[in-house]
């Protein structure tokens, strides 16, 4: 149990078009979710974190107009890369945390990888 | 979350040998700590974690050594299989898990 699913798992884009990551809860219920950036032999960073139906909290330094998360449902978290550029590159993690458990359990997704040309 | 470095300490170990990866962490009021195994390409996978009122816990041949006093955390991997090899992060928390960061991580590497 405690699946989570990111979609793509792999897209290229070019410079200044928008992205759109899906990360999705398949077998629980997630009120918080949160977004990763892990550069290459890099560790995670945490971006932001996000509560259904609220508006997510930015970790300093990330610009909250770029990457825009809308978490609209217990069960599903988007990530939106708006005009990407090539340092935007990166693996995106997703991780779910369950609404019956403490903060504590985080569930990751498999990441999605972003290249941007 | 912190910045971390760039380079990734590399353990390599032999098939069958214990390893030992470390972690210092710097939040001396960090409650629980967590071990995540991160293969090429995928996303963390947990292995097995720790509260603050505890110093030692064991599972299926892994166990997590944790020492507040010199905040310390290691994991213990017992006859280590080519399975194994990865990359291992430590995660420290607190505020009932709204503030997670994580170390740099460890390469494991497992030589047949």
């Known amino acids: 149990g405690a699946v989570v699913s990111q979609h793509p798992s792999w897209v290229i884009c070019k410079s200044g078009t928008s992205v759109k990551i899906e990360c999705r809860s398949l077998d629980f219920q997630a009120t918080t979710m949160f977004w990763y950036r892990q550069f290459p032999k890099q560790s995670l960073m945490l971006m932001a974190t996000?509560?259904?139906?609220?508006?997510?909290?930015?970790e300093q330094g990330v610009e909250k107009d770029k990457f825009l998360i809308n978490h609209a449902s217990l069960t599903l978290s988007t990530l939106t890369v708006t005009s990407a550029h090539p340092e935007d590159s990166s693996f995106y993690i997703c991780?779910?945390?369950?609404?019956?458990?403490?903060?504590?359990?985080?569930?990751f997704g498999p990441g999605t990888r972003l290249t941007v040309t | 979350g912190e910045s971390v470095g760039l380079h990734l300490p590399t353990l390599s170990v032999q098939e069958g040998d214990n390893s030992i990866i470390n972690c210092a962490y710097s939040?001396?009021?960090?409650?629980?700590f967590i071990w995540y195994k991160q293969e090429s390409g995928k996303g963390p996978q947990f292995i097995i974690d720790?509260?603050?009122?505890?110093d030692k816990r064991q599972g299926q041949r892994v166990t997590v050594l944790l020492n507040k006093t010199v905040k310390h955390l290691s994991l213990q991997i017992a006859a280590t299989q080519p399975g194994d090899s990865a990359v291992y992060f430590c995660?420290?928390?607190?505020?009932?898990?709204?503030?997670?960061?994580f170390g740099p991580g460890t390469r494991l590497s497992v030589l047949p």
């Open positions: 995660a420290e928390t607190t505020n009932y898990g709204q503030n997670f960061v």
């Open positions: 991780s779910g945390v369950p609404g019956t458990s403490d903060a504590y359990e985080q569930y």
């Open positions: 720790i509260r603050s009122n505890m």
């Open positions: 939040n001396s009021a960090s409650d629980y």
């Open positions: 996000s509560n259904e139906g609220s508006k997510a909290t930015y």
